[in-house]
Protein backbone atom coordinates (compact mmCIF):
# COMPACT_ATOMS: atom_id res chain seq x y z
CA UNK A 1 0.00 0.00 0.00
CA UNK A 2 2.68 2.59 0.59
CA UNK A 3 4.26 1.66 -2.73
CA UNK A 4 1.21 2.93 -4.21
CA UNK A 5 0.90 5.90 -2.38
CA UNK A 6 4.52 6.84 -3.12
CA UNK A 7 3.89 6.75 -6.66
CA UNK A 8 4.35 9.95 -8.86
CA UNK A 9 0.85 11.11 -10.20
CA UNK A 10 0.63 11.48 -13.34
CA UNK A 11 2.61 13.95 -15.61
CA UNK A 12 1.18 16.60 -18.26
CA UNK A 13 3.40 16.05 -21.38
CA UNK A 14 6.33 18.68 -22.14
CA UNK A 15 5.50 21.33 -24.97
CA UNK A 16 6.49 20.85 -27.97
CA UNK A 17 9.35 22.63 -29.29
CA UNK A 18 8.98 26.15 -30.96
CA UNK A 19 8.48 25.97 -35.11
CA UNK A 20 11.03 27.98 -36.35
CA UNK A 21 10.20 30.53 -38.36
CA UNK A 22 10.60 29.95 -41.74
CA UNK A 23 10.52 31.47 -45.02
CA UNK A 24 6.85 30.00 -46.06
CA UNK A 25 5.65 30.82 -42.69
CA UNK A 26 7.17 34.61 -43.63
CA UNK A 27 5.42 34.37 -46.70
CA UNK A 28 2.06 33.09 -45.68
CA UNK A 29 1.68 35.59 -42.88
CA UNK A 30 2.80 39.02 -45.31
CA UNK A 31 0.31 37.34 -48.37
CA UNK A 32 -2.44 36.98 -45.22
CA UNK A 33 -1.40 40.81 -44.46
CA UNK A 34 -1.80 41.97 -47.65
CA UNK A 35 -5.45 40.09 -47.92
CA UNK A 36 -6.66 41.70 -44.78
CA UNK A 37 -5.45 45.26 -45.87
CA UNK A 38 -7.05 45.13 -48.73
CA UNK A 39 -10.20 43.61 -47.32
CA UNK A 40 -10.56 46.08 -44.92
CA UNK A 41 -9.41 49.02 -47.56
CA UNK A 42 -12.62 47.64 -49.29
CA UNK A 43 -14.65 47.94 -46.71
CA UNK A 44 -14.04 51.18 -45.48
CA UNK A 45 -14.00 52.41 -49.07
CA UNK A 46 -17.74 51.36 -49.89
CA UNK A 47 -19.02 52.44 -46.24
CA UNK A 48 -17.94 56.20 -47.35
CA UNK A 49 -18.92 55.95 -50.34
CA UNK A 50 -22.10 54.50 -49.48
CA UNK A 51 -25.66 56.67 -51.51
CA UNK A 52 -29.01 55.45 -49.69
CA UNK A 53 -30.29 57.69 -52.60
CA UNK A 54 -28.90 55.11 -55.07
CA UNK A 55 -29.50 51.91 -53.07
CA UNK A 56 -33.15 53.01 -52.73
CA UNK A 57 -33.19 53.46 -56.96
CA UNK A 58 -31.52 50.33 -57.89
CA UNK A 59 -32.42 47.75 -55.24
CA UNK A 60 -35.65 46.56 -56.13
CA UNK A 61 -33.61 45.73 -59.53
CA UNK A 62 -30.99 44.17 -58.15
CA UNK A 63 -34.08 41.96 -56.11
CA UNK A 64 -35.70 41.63 -59.20
CA UNK A 65 -32.62 39.96 -61.21
CA UNK A 66 -31.49 38.17 -58.01
CA UNK A 67 -35.07 36.39 -58.46
CA UNK A 68 -34.90 35.87 -62.18
CA UNK A 69 -31.24 34.11 -61.63
CA UNK A 70 -32.85 32.06 -58.63
CA UNK A 71 -35.15 31.37 -61.15
CA UNK A 72 -33.36 30.14 -64.07
CA UNK A 73 -30.72 28.19 -62.27
CA UNK A 74 -33.42 26.47 -60.29
CA UNK A 75 -35.25 25.17 -63.12
CA UNK A 76 -32.05 24.16 -65.52
CA UNK A 77 -30.97 22.16 -62.45
CA UNK A 78 -33.84 20.60 -61.71
CA UNK A 79 -34.79 19.70 -65.84
CA UNK A 80 -31.37 18.51 -65.81
CA UNK A 81 -31.18 16.30 -63.11
CA UNK A 82 -34.41 14.42 -64.85
CA UNK A 83 -32.62 14.26 -68.28
CA UNK A 84 -28.96 13.22 -66.42
CA UNK A 85 -30.67 9.54 -65.09
CA UNK A 86 -31.42 8.44 -69.23
CA UNK A 87 -27.86 9.64 -69.97
CA UNK A 88 -26.47 8.31 -66.89
CA UNK A 89 -27.95 5.03 -68.00
CA UNK A 90 -27.31 4.98 -71.30
CA UNK A 91 -23.65 5.46 -70.29
CA UNK A 92 -23.45 2.34 -68.47
CA UNK A 93 -25.62 0.49 -71.06
CA UNK A 94 -24.09 -2.68 -72.66
CA UNK A 95 -25.25 -1.53 -76.12
CA UNK A 96 -22.41 0.17 -78.13
CA UNK A 97 -24.93 2.87 -79.88
CA UNK A 98 -26.56 4.09 -76.51
CA UNK A 99 -23.36 4.23 -74.55
CA UNK A 100 -21.35 6.06 -77.23
CA UNK A 101 -24.32 8.32 -78.01
CA UNK A 102 -24.33 9.28 -74.60
CA UNK A 103 -20.10 9.86 -74.37
CA UNK A 104 -20.36 12.04 -77.18
CA UNK A 105 -23.28 14.32 -75.57
CA UNK A 106 -21.35 14.38 -72.45
CA UNK A 107 -18.12 14.97 -74.07
CA UNK A 108 -19.41 17.71 -76.18
CA UNK A 109 -21.21 19.63 -72.94
CA UNK A 110 -18.63 18.95 -71.18
CA UNK A 111 -15.73 19.48 -73.38
CA UNK A 112 -17.28 23.35 -74.54
CA UNK A 113 -17.45 26.80 -72.57
CA UNK A 114 -20.97 27.32 -71.40
CA UNK A 115 -20.96 30.69 -73.01
CA UNK A 116 -20.55 29.49 -76.64
CA UNK A 117 -22.96 26.55 -76.10
CA UNK A 118 -25.34 30.04 -75.39
CA UNK A 119 -23.92 31.17 -78.39
CA UNK A 120 -24.37 28.22 -80.25
CA UNK A 121 -28.06 28.00 -79.40
CA UNK A 122 -28.83 31.78 -79.04
CA UNK A 123 -27.41 33.03 -82.27
CA UNK A 124 -26.70 29.59 -83.83
CA UNK A 125 -30.69 28.64 -83.98
CA UNK A 126 -31.43 32.21 -84.89
CA UNK A 127 -30.04 31.81 -88.17
CA UNK A 128 -32.45 29.19 -88.82
CA UNK A 129 -35.82 30.67 -88.20
CA UNK A 130 -37.51 29.78 -91.35
CA UNK A 131 -37.10 25.85 -90.47
CA UNK A 132 -38.07 26.83 -86.86
CA UNK A 133 -40.98 28.67 -87.62
CA UNK A 134 -41.95 25.69 -90.03
CA UNK A 135 -42.21 23.45 -86.66
CA UNK A 136 -43.57 25.68 -84.75
CA UNK A 137 -40.68 25.72 -82.60
CA UNK A 138 -39.80 29.35 -83.67
CA UNK A 139 -41.51 31.08 -81.06
CA UNK A 140 -39.47 28.65 -78.17
CA UNK A 141 -35.82 29.67 -79.31
CA UNK A 142 -36.86 33.83 -79.98
CA UNK A 143 -36.61 34.54 -76.72
CA UNK A 144 -33.12 34.51 -74.70
CA UNK A 145 -34.74 33.01 -71.69
CA UNK A 146 -36.31 29.94 -73.54
CA UNK A 147 -32.18 29.71 -74.79
CA UNK A 148 -30.61 30.25 -71.41
CA UNK A 149 -32.93 27.86 -70.21
CA UNK A 150 -32.44 25.09 -72.37
CA UNK A 151 -28.52 26.11 -72.84
CA UNK A 152 -28.83 25.54 -69.06
CA UNK A 153 -30.40 22.36 -68.87
CA UNK A 154 -28.13 19.97 -71.59
CA UNK A 155 -24.92 21.58 -69.96
CA UNK A 156 -25.61 20.54 -65.87
CA UNK A 157 -27.38 17.47 -67.23
CA UNK A 158 -23.93 16.56 -68.62
CA UNK A 159 -22.31 17.17 -65.63
CA UNK A 160 -25.20 15.78 -63.26
CA UNK A 161 -25.05 12.04 -65.81
CA UNK A 162 -21.40 11.90 -64.90
CA UNK A 163 -21.85 12.81 -61.48
CA UNK A 164 -24.83 9.46 -61.10
CA UNK A 165 -22.83 7.28 -63.09
CA UNK A 166 -19.97 7.64 -60.84
CA UNK A 167 -21.97 7.06 -57.54
CA UNK A 168 -24.17 4.41 -59.37
CA UNK A 169 -21.21 2.13 -60.07
CA UNK A 170 -19.31 2.98 -56.83
CA UNK A 171 -22.05 0.98 -54.84
CA UNK A 172 -20.98 -2.16 -53.68
CA UNK A 173 -21.45 -5.54 -55.74
CA UNK A 174 -22.76 -7.16 -52.90
CA UNK A 175 -25.48 -4.39 -52.80
CA UNK A 176 -27.28 -6.06 -56.04
CA UNK A 177 -26.07 -9.59 -54.90
CA UNK A 178 -27.84 -9.30 -52.25
CA UNK A 179 -30.70 -7.83 -53.74
CA UNK A 180 -30.76 -10.56 -56.21
CA UNK A 181 -30.38 -13.36 -53.51
CA UNK A 182 -33.43 -12.18 -52.20
CA UNK A 183 -35.54 -12.34 -55.24
CA UNK A 184 -36.32 -8.45 -55.77
CA UNK A 185 -36.32 -7.97 -59.51
CA UNK A 186 -33.43 -5.53 -61.35
CA UNK A 187 -35.64 -2.97 -61.77
CA UNK A 188 -37.21 -2.71 -57.86
CA UNK A 189 -33.08 -3.36 -56.35
CA UNK A 190 -32.58 -0.02 -58.58
CA UNK A 191 -34.78 2.29 -57.25
CA UNK A 192 -35.10 0.57 -53.47
CA UNK A 193 -31.97 0.00 -52.98
CA UNK A 194 -28.83 1.14 -55.64
CA UNK A 195 -30.05 5.04 -56.69
CA UNK A 196 -30.97 5.93 -52.52
CA UNK A 197 -27.07 4.90 -52.01
CA UNK A 198 -25.92 6.46 -55.24
CA UNK A 199 -27.75 9.40 -54.34
CA UNK A 200 -25.89 9.97 -50.41
CA UNK A 201 -23.01 9.55 -52.77
CA UNK A 202 -23.26 12.38 -54.71
CA UNK A 203 -25.14 14.51 -53.12
CA UNK A 204 -21.47 16.96 -52.33
CA UNK A 205 -20.68 16.69 -56.19
CA UNK A 206 -24.34 17.91 -56.91
CA UNK A 207 -23.94 20.50 -54.20
CA UNK A 208 -20.62 21.91 -56.02
CA UNK A 209 -22.29 21.62 -59.50
CA UNK A 210 -25.22 24.26 -58.29
CA UNK A 211 -22.60 26.06 -56.97
CA UNK A 212 -21.30 26.66 -60.20
CA UNK A 213 -24.16 26.61 -62.10
CA UNK A 214 -25.06 30.00 -59.76
CA UNK A 215 -21.76 31.54 -60.70
CA UNK A 216 -21.72 30.28 -63.96
CA UNK A 217 -25.56 31.70 -64.63
CA UNK A 218 -24.03 35.66 -64.83
CA UNK A 219 -23.06 35.09 -68.41
CA UNK A 220 -26.56 35.16 -69.50
CA UNK A 221 -26.85 38.86 -69.15
CA UNK A 222 -24.27 38.78 -72.45
CA UNK A 223 -27.81 37.72 -74.22
CA UNK A 224 -30.24 40.49 -72.78
CA UNK A 225 -31.48 38.22 -69.99
CA UNK A 226 -31.86 40.74 -66.96
CA UNK A 227 -30.56 38.52 -64.28
CA UNK A 228 -28.76 39.81 -61.46
CA UNK A 229 -25.52 40.26 -63.43
CA UNK A 230 -27.84 41.79 -66.16
CA UNK A 231 -29.50 43.79 -63.69
CA UNK A 232 -25.92 45.22 -62.30
CA UNK A 233 -24.86 46.00 -65.74
CA UNK A 234 -27.60 48.33 -66.31
CA UNK A 235 -26.87 50.02 -63.05
CA UNK A 236 -23.48 50.53 -63.55
CA UNK A 237 -24.16 51.92 -67.27
CA UNK A 238 -26.21 54.72 -65.63
CA UNK A 239 -24.13 55.29 -62.35
CA UNK A 240 -20.30 54.56 -63.49
CA UNK A 241 -20.59 53.58 -60.23
CA UNK A 242 -18.02 50.55 -59.09
CA UNK A 243 -20.17 50.12 -55.99
CA UNK A 244 -23.02 48.23 -57.89
CA UNK A 245 -20.36 45.24 -59.08
CA UNK A 246 -19.84 44.71 -55.21
CA UNK A 247 -23.33 44.76 -54.54
CA UNK A 248 -23.89 42.28 -56.59
CA UNK A 249 -20.61 39.74 -55.28
CA UNK A 250 -22.08 40.26 -52.23
CA UNK A 251 -25.64 38.76 -53.43
CA UNK A 252 -23.19 36.36 -55.18
CA UNK A 253 -21.59 35.17 -51.72
CA UNK A 254 -24.95 35.29 -49.76
CA UNK A 255 -26.46 32.63 -52.45
CA UNK A 256 -23.60 30.41 -52.00
CA UNK A 257 -23.39 30.56 -48.52
CA UNK A 258 -27.01 29.81 -48.05
CA UNK A 259 -26.49 26.68 -50.08
CA UNK A 260 -23.60 25.59 -49.07
CA UNK A 261 -25.16 25.80 -45.53
CA UNK A 262 -28.18 23.95 -46.55
CA UNK A 263 -26.37 21.14 -48.26
CA UNK A 264 -24.54 21.03 -45.18
CA UNK A 265 -27.40 20.54 -43.13
CA UNK A 266 -29.20 18.00 -45.79
CA UNK A 267 -25.86 16.12 -45.93
CA UNK A 268 -25.56 15.58 -42.36
CA UNK A 269 -29.02 14.38 -41.79
CA UNK A 270 -29.26 11.79 -44.69
CA UNK A 271 -25.38 10.02 -43.69
CA UNK A 272 -26.40 10.18 -39.76
CA UNK A 273 -26.30 6.17 -39.75
CA UNK A 274 -22.78 6.02 -41.54
CA UNK A 275 -21.37 8.10 -38.50
CA UNK A 276 -19.81 6.48 -35.94
Known amino acids: MSAIVSMIPPQAPPPAPPKPYSLARFVGSVTLGIWLALGVGIFLTVVNGWDPDKFAKYGPSFLSGLGVTLMLVGCSVVM ?8 ALARMSKNKVWSWLAYGYVYFFRGTPLIAQLFLI ?38 QAEILRGAI ?82 LYLIMVEILRNIWNMLETRLTRHLKR
Open 169 to 250: ESVPRGQREGAAALGLPDRVAFWKIILPQAMIVALRPYGNEIILMIKGSAIVAIVTVFDLMGETRRAFSRTFDYQMYIWAAI
Open 122 to 159: YYGLGSFRPQLESIGLWWFFREAWNCALFAFTLNTAAY
Open 80 to 87: GAILSLPI
